[in-house]
């Protein structure tokens, strides 16, 4: 069973959550997987939603004409060894 949610068939995720995505690499022209956390947030500087990602303090956008996000699920919990 997979975890996937297709943004065609699904919809957009929670807002603020940690997502794993599935990106069409317009660059490469293939399907990539990002497995960093990736953000569907409210940007307040451009009033609308967009897709992010976090590195240390910095907040980087995800260019929908690079990497257009198709498919996305939520980040799995840590391995816990208990």
């Known amino acids: 069973m997979s975890d ?3 943004i065609v068939e ?3 995720p929670p807002i603020g959550q940690p997502l794993v995505v599935t990106i069409k690499d317009n660059l490469q022209g293939m ?3 990002l497995r960093y956390p ?3 947030v409210k940007d307040t500087m451009k009033d609308q939603y967009c897709w992010k990602w976090l590195y ?3 907040a980087y956008d995800l260019l ?3 990497s257009e996000i198709i498919a996305w699920q939520l980040m799995p919990k840590i391995f816990n060894e208990e």
């Open 4 to 6: 996937w949610n297709e």
């Open 10 to 12: 699904k919809g957009l």
């Open 31 to 33: 399907p990539n997987q």
């Open 38 to 40: 990736v953000y569907y």
């Open 56 to 58: 240390g303090d910095m």
């Open 64 to 66: 929908p004409e690079v």
